[in-house]
């Protein structure tokens, strides 16, 4: 293999092989840049370093070619004592880790070649010492691993208050000294001072950075994979640490905040690598450079704009200026804000640069999530309290209150206010919807209070560990002591997770402004217009929404929804309405059960004609009823309490608690629910039907489709669709039937499920819980970390579908069910349809559409666009 490349060899699509930084060295010395020449050690010679514990065979000799070809060039040899090469060792992988890894600059330098340096710079002696003492301080901590304050308090200890470019020769040579006993006290043996055994050592230590804490808790968090590697990068030093007609400096070609073209970047004057960044001393705006050297500034702005014409995008670079001349260190298509990415991709497509499919895929359905939700100030003075999980962006603010009951209350005064719970169950659900936010003290990314909130597009911020939550007292502590009780304002802040006392000031999402139906303003909701506009038009799946009421399907449509995907009808069966389902379980005769059904119809019939007026004509999937009943009935452990010490406990009671017994499951998630509950309580399923077909009848153009959650198997489904079908052909009503795969077994007996169903629904919460064996409810706070820390898997598979295991039985499904019936319509509605990954898996796999919470209908319908280029 070849595992060295010289920069003139390499191009920018060889990121794999020789990292982002070597990739692009490489392109930016074949645009003719004026780039230090070097060349590229490739990430697989870091692999097999990191695999073996040695290098590979033959790379030494590969390096010694490459660096004799350098000496060649520059004239002067590595660390040759009268007239010095030095070079740099840089560390590069293909995703940029910015600083997550080691560089050792002015490598080369010993107590001999240091005084060539100084006469190879015209007697500039300081220079030559600043150099060596620079190259100490860099090995000793990254190669040599000696802790890096011993060298800072060296430095300090002879700076005293003054600048480290106020420091003479003398005291450096001296610094240089004292630097070369710290390395010996520290690892017992001498700087090595064999220009090319640094150089070795300094390759191999960069090999190691790749696995030092930092870099892996940052892959992690990226989630960048492990078995990379890196590459690594050997070239000519140029020096920004001349004196004052030389520097360095960082700068983007335009702002990566705003997207907006100019000048932005900073300078500093006699400095060296990481100076600029690490704000030793003030730098100063990049402006202020064209004062300073006309020449170099004015060359810079040239290359600035090659660059971001060659690579069609924002670039940002390093670059030093020796002694007037300017060189390029580094260049790469830069990080920006979620606005900027929208603003600069439709600007380059203004520019004539790219077309408006590239414009698509330059931004991201997570980049559009954070435009949606409002944001706080980040300017603003703000006590934070506590940290949890980020669990549904936005910015929320209100008087913190810890139940359902009090939420409603205050709200409905016009308060707005912040849900405090340990954590939260159905039963908050009010609450949750009256708040502007939801804080918990447990639980994780998939928990009830989660979940729900993004379902809603609320903020929440779940987990708060430090966050001491009684809801008897109405008040919780935090870290210092601090008390907040009900009433006192807070703000979460869902997007990092953090909670802050008091009230931090927000400002508002225009673009959700844009999606309700404002016209487009600001440039960034113009940009946002144009991209959704041409995703749209691209894109082949549909996008529908999962929503239960009116006013949520209102709005899905305004926000692009073409029809509801699921609506559950659980909720319909809450509140006022439990008496209903009450008298139905414990209905003891059919006519009592069937006078309970009855009660109910009418109710579910309402419900559903809304539903159709608010779609106007678009399809509405309803799901029959799902949970298990005891979910509407009182809970176990109050009622026995009750009926074993209330003194005005009724016959009703007792007959109540009968029933919660006897529907008690040990494993209610697998127990009695779906069309398993249609086909034991005769009617229920048929009082829904006949609910829809005359709200559908009520209703002209309405297009209901009627979904059955839960079949495993097809003699299921037919049983529940014969009477379905009779029901609809009575009242001369078209609908749909069809069913949700979500059990494991109608994945895989697709073909036979689909002889009774028209559309299936992929229902991917209950089929990944399914699937894995894995209780949403309870394994993501007990064990996914240890199972993300493992690579177990990269993302929770409730987040994003797993491809290898839910996603082929989807496959399975998709494939075997058209085989049976040809047109048969296939959708998604678990929590995936709003999530990007998903999303394009279910573009692959030939979907009709994705269903998903109104709040992620934008998302779907851009990342729907992206999946179809
Ligand atoms: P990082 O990936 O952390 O940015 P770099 O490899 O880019 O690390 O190097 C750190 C600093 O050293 C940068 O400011 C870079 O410009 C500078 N640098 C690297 N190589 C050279 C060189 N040959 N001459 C001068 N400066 C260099
Ligand atoms: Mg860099
Ligand atoms: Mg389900």
Redesign the pocket.
């Known amino acids: 293999a070849k595992y060295v490349y010289d920069f003139t060899e390499g191009n920018r699509n060889l990121k794999d092989l020789l990292g982002g ?1 070597g990739a692009n060295l490489a392109e930016m010395t074949n645009l003719g840049l004026p780039v ?1 020449p070097g060349f590229t050690i490739t990430s697989e010679a870091c692999r097999h370093y990191l695999a073996e514990g040695s290098t590979p065979g033959g790379l030494e000799q590969e390096v010694a070619e490459h660096l004799d070809a350098l000496e060649n060039r520059m004239g002067r040899k590595l660390g040759q004592a009268d007239d010095p090469l030095l ?2 060792v ?3 992988a293909k995703f940029s880790m ?2 997550m890894m080691e ?1 050792v ?1 002015n490598i080369g330098l010993n107590d001999e070649s240091v005084h060539g340096l100084a006469k190879q710079a015209g007697g500039n002696e300081r220079f030559a010492w600043d150099s060596y003492r620079r190259l100490i301080q860099m090995f000793g901590k990254t190669v040599l691993g000696i802790d890096g304050e011993l060298f800072e308090r060296a430095l300090d200890a002879v700076k005293g208050r003054r600048h480290d470019t106020d420091l003479d020769a003398g005291e450096l040579q001296r610094l240089v000294e004292t630097y070369k006993g710290i390395v010996r006290e520290q690892t017992g043996g001498d700087f090595p001072a064999d220009p090319r055994e640094q150089m070795r050592l300094a390759v191999t230590a960069v090999f190691d950075s790749w696995n030092a804490p930092r870099a892996v808790l940052y892959r992690r968090q990226e989630r960048i994979p492990a078995d990379l590697g890196t590459a690594v990068n050997i ?6 640490n001349y004196g004052d007609d030389s520097g ?1 400096g960082v700068a983007f070609t335009r702002d990566p905040g705003s997207g907006l073209q100019g000048i932005y970047g900073d300078y500093l004057q006699n400095a ?3 100076d ?1 960044v690490a704000g030793i001393r003030n730098t100063i705006p990049l402006q202020e450079l064209e004062r300073l050297d006309k020449h170099s500034y004015d060359e810079l702005l040239a290359i600035m704009e090659t660059l971001e014409n060659h690579y069609k995008d924002l670039c940002d670079i ?1 670059f ?1 200026i020796e002694r007037g001349k300017l060189w390029m ?2 260049t790469r298509v830069g990080k920006r804000t979620a606005a900027a990415a929208f603003c600069i991709a439709t600007q380059l497509v203004d520019q004539g640069l790219i077309t408006l499919d590239e414009a698509v895929t330059r931004v991201t359905g997570d980049q559009l999530a954070q435009l949606m939700f409002p944001r706080f100030d980040a300017d603003a003075d703000r006590k934070t309290i506590a940290k949890g999980m980020n669990a549904s962006p936005g910015a929320a603010v209100g008087r913190a209150v810890f139940c359902s009951e009090r939420a409603i209350e205050l709200s409905g005064q016009g308060e707005d206010v912040i849900l405090v719970r340990r954590e939260t169950n159905p039963d908050d659900l009010a609450g949750m919807i009256a708040a502007r936010g939801i804080l918990t003290s447990r639980g994780g990314k998939t928990s009830h209070a989660a979940v729900v909130a993004r379902g809603m597009g609320k903020t929440c911020v779940c987990g708060a560990e430090d966050l001491e939550v009684s809801t008897e007292e109405c008040r919780f502590t935090a870290p210092g002591g601090v008390v907040v009780s009900e009433g006192d304002l807070i703000s979460i802040d869902g997007t990092t997770g953090e909670v802050f006392l008091g009230e931090v000031p927000v400002v508002d999402s225009e673009v959700v402004e844009y999606f309700e139906g404002a016209e487009p303003g600001s440039e960034l909701v113009r940009a946002v217009d144009r991209i959704m506009r041409h995703a749209d038009a691209g894109r082949r799946l549909g996008v529908r929404a999962n929503v239960d009421t009116p006013q949520d399907a209102a709005r899905a449509r305004r926000f692009g929804a073409q029809g509801i995907g699921l609506c559950r009808t659980e909720h319909m069966f809450l509140g006022e309405r439990r008496r209903l389902v009450e008298d139905l379980v414990l209905a003891s005769t059919d006519d009592e059960r069937q006078a309970a059904l009855d009660a109910l119809e009418p109710l579910q019939k309402a419900d559903f004609a809304a539903i159709f007026q608010a779609m106007d004509g678009d399809p509405v999937t309803i799901r029959l009823i799902d949970p298990p009943l005891h979910e509407f009935l009182p809970d176990i452990v109050d009622l026995s309490v009750k009926v074993a010490t209330s003194p005005d406990v009724t016959d009703k009671d007792r007959e109540l608690l009968t029933a919660v017994k006897r529907l008690h499951e040990q494993n209610p998630m697998l127990g009695l629910r779906g069309v398993r509950l249609g086909l034991v309580i005769p009617g229920l399923f048929a009082m829904q039907v006949r609910a829809i077909a005359q709200a559908a009848k009520e209703v002209p153009g309405s297009r209901p489709e009627i979904m059955i959650p839960l079949v495993a198997a097809v003699q299921e489904l037919e049983s529940v669709r014969e009477e379905a079908v009779e029901i609809l052909a009575e009242t001369g009503v078209d609908a749909l039937i069809g069913t949700m795969i979500e059990v494991p077994r109608a994945a895989l007996s697709a073909g036979r499920i689909a002889e009774a169903a028209q559309f299936f629904s992929f229902g991917t919460n209950d089929l990944t819980q399914m699937c894995w064996g894995f209780s949403r409810d309870d394994v993501e706070a007990s064990f996914f970390s240890r199972y993300l820390d493992l690579g177990i898997f990269g993302t929770s598979p409730f987040e994003t579908i797993d491809r290898e295991g839910v996603g082929r039985l989807i496959e399975i499904a998709a494939k075997e069910g058209r085989a049976t019936r040809p047109d048969l319509h296939l959708g998604i509605c678990g929590e995936h349809g709003g999530d990007p990954g998903s999303v394009h898996f279910c573009h692959e796999v030939g979907l009709d559409y994705v269903s998903c919470s109104p709040f992620r209908i934008p998302v779907a319908r851009l990342e729907a666009g992206r999946a179809a280029l």
């Open positions: 930084k230090p070079v740099s840089r560390s590069g910015p600083g560089t600059l070239m000519a030093m140029v020096f920004g360095t060296q690598g990481e600029v390093e030093t260190l580094q």
